[in-house]
């Protein structure tokens, strides 16, 4: 993973500016900040970034599309895109949904098991990476105050 870069803190004299406590610009930059680390081992290993997303969603067991959409941070048709190309590729696939037929699930390969694997555990690793700095009850913490506030706002 990429080398921590130390963080800007104002000077005791500088005013501290709006956005370095606004939440929805720590939370995007935070975001954006430790994904770009991650990212790159993606691309290193020549993984496209949504087709990690949709493969990462899977593991635990298929999921409708418009619920793939809401994990991979990505509009409904963009997901049916991509899970037309995974499906060439063989790495996902569909098949009808069991509570409604018109309603489409996706489930992992076999070939999608196999390239995600070991990204899972660099992923783990990375989070550890991340996380290890705050401790373990301010890394739990944080992880429980950012679900809390995906529950409040997400649809």
Same mark, same amino acid.
């Given at each position: 993973?990429?080398?921590?870069?130390?963080?800007?803190?104002?000077?005791?004299?500088?005013?501290?500016?709006?956005?370095?406590?606004?939440?929805?610009? &720590?939370?995007?930059?935070?975001? #954006?900040?430790?994904?770009?680390?991650?990212?790159?081992? &993606?691309?290193?290993?020549?993984?496209?970034?949504?087709?990690?997303? *949709?493969? /990462?969603?899977?593991?635990?067991?298929?999921?409708?599309? $418009?619920?793939?959409?809401?994990?991979?941070?990505?509009?409904?048709?963009?997901?049916?895109?991509?899970?037309?190309?995974?499906?060439?590729?063989?790495? /996902? #696939?569909?098949?009808?949904?069991?509570?409604?037929?018109?309603? $489409? &699930? /996706?489930?992992?390969?076999?070939?999608? $098991?196999?390239?995600?694997?070991?990204?899972?555990? &660099?992923?783990?690793?990375?989070?550890?990476?991340? !996380?290890?700095? !705050?401790?373990?009850?301010?890394?739990?913490? %944080?992880?429980? *105050? !950012?679900?809390?506030?995906?529950? %409040?706002?997400?649809?």
């Amino acid at each position: 993973m990429a080398a921590k870069k130390p963080v800007r803190s104002a000077a005791p004299d500088e005013p501290q500016r709006f956005v370095d406590s606004y939440i929805p610009y &720590l939370l995007a930059r935070t975001s #954006r900040l430790i994904s770009e680390e991650f990212h790159q081992a &993606l691309i290193e290993r020549q993984i496209p970034i949504l087709h990690w997303r *949709v493969l /990462v969603a899977l593991v635990d067991g298929p999921m409708h599309v $418009t619920d793939l959409a809401k994990i991979a941070l990505e509009k409904q048709p963009t997901m049916s895109k991509i899970i037309d190309r995974m499906e060439m590729l063989e790495l /996902v #696939r569909r098949q009808p949904g069991v509570a409604d037929r018109r309603s $489409t &699930l /996706v489930t992992i390969t076999a070939e999608g $098991t196999r390239v995600v694997k070991p990204m899972l555990k &660099l992923a783990k690793q990375h989070e550890q990476e991340v !996380l290890g700095p !705050l401790g373990e009850e301010h890394a739990r913490v %944080l992880i429980e *105050v !950012l679900q809390k506030l995906i529950a %409040l706002h997400g649809r």
